[in-house]
T-cell receptor, first 115, second 115 residues
């Protein structure tokens, strides 16, 4: 069975500092993709970053990077230089061949950025 | 380019009533899906479709029906609303159904309350 686990229900970070949001996953499929989505208080879901299981390098998108440790089955999101606008809910998600390409989500981490 | 359009944004139903949540996308995406979001549980897949005429059940399909008569539209029907169906519903689509590297594009969500 495939599973995504986010163990941090809430996190606080000081503005301008970096923060890491944890995500572990479980799948027996060698081919899969890992995604992070942001949900601000307005409610929409915003795609942030993608990492493929065969990618050799960690994905980066601006201030977002994905710390991919395949052997440990972890895909942590790192946000550098946090901004007040980063306060939101963050979801880790996975899509795999054997899951019928369905995307499954973790429970989410709520990030609070302090001024 | 509207992306994924969901209607209505808000809905209040009485127990036992039926209704249809509408979802349309104009990106020619093969894959469409419905999720419900409940506090502490992330997003859970209700139903999904890999193309016109093809639908399948997700994690929590009971009490919901779907159909996909066109590539663009994927309505979700609540057959007999129950208070347990009070939730925020998201429609999401992605370009290719048989690919683990396609992120989901989300609608803005429907907040449903069943009294």
């Amino acid at each position: 069975a495939q599973k995504i686990t986010q163990t941090q229900p809430g996190m606080f970070v000081q503005e301008k500092e970096a923060v890491t949001l944890d995500c572990t996953y479980d799948t027996s499929d060698p081919s899969y993709g890992l995604f992070w989505y942001k949900q601000p208080s307005s409610g929409e879901m915003i795609f942030l970053i993608y990492q493929g299981s065969y990618d050799q390098q960690n994905a980066t998108e601006g201030r977002y990077s994905l710390n991919f440790q395949k052997a440990r089955k972890s895909a942590n999101l790192v946000i550098s230089a946090s901004q007040l606008g980063d306060s939101a809910m963050y979801f880790c998600a996975m899509r795999a061949n054997t899951g019928g390409f369905k995307t499954i989500f973790g429970a989410g981490t709520r990030l609070f950025v302090k001024a | 380019n509207a992306g994924v359009t969901q209607t209505p944004k808000f809905q209040v139903l009485k127990t036992g009533q039926s209704m249809t949540l509408q979802c349309a996308q104009d990106m020619n995406h093969e894959y469409m899906s419905w999720y419900r979001q409940d506090p502490g549980m992330g997003l859970r897949l209700i139903h999904y479709s890999v193309g016109a005429g093809i639908t399948d059940q997700g994690e929590v399909p009971n009490g919901y029906n779907v159909s996909r008569s066109t590539t663009e539209d994927f309505p979700l029907r609540l057959l007999s609303a129950a208070p347990s169906q009070t939730s925020v519903y998201f429609c999401a689509s992605s370009y290719r159904q048989s690919s683990y590297n396609s992120p989901l594009h989300f609608g803005n969500g429907t907040r449903l309350t069943v009294t």
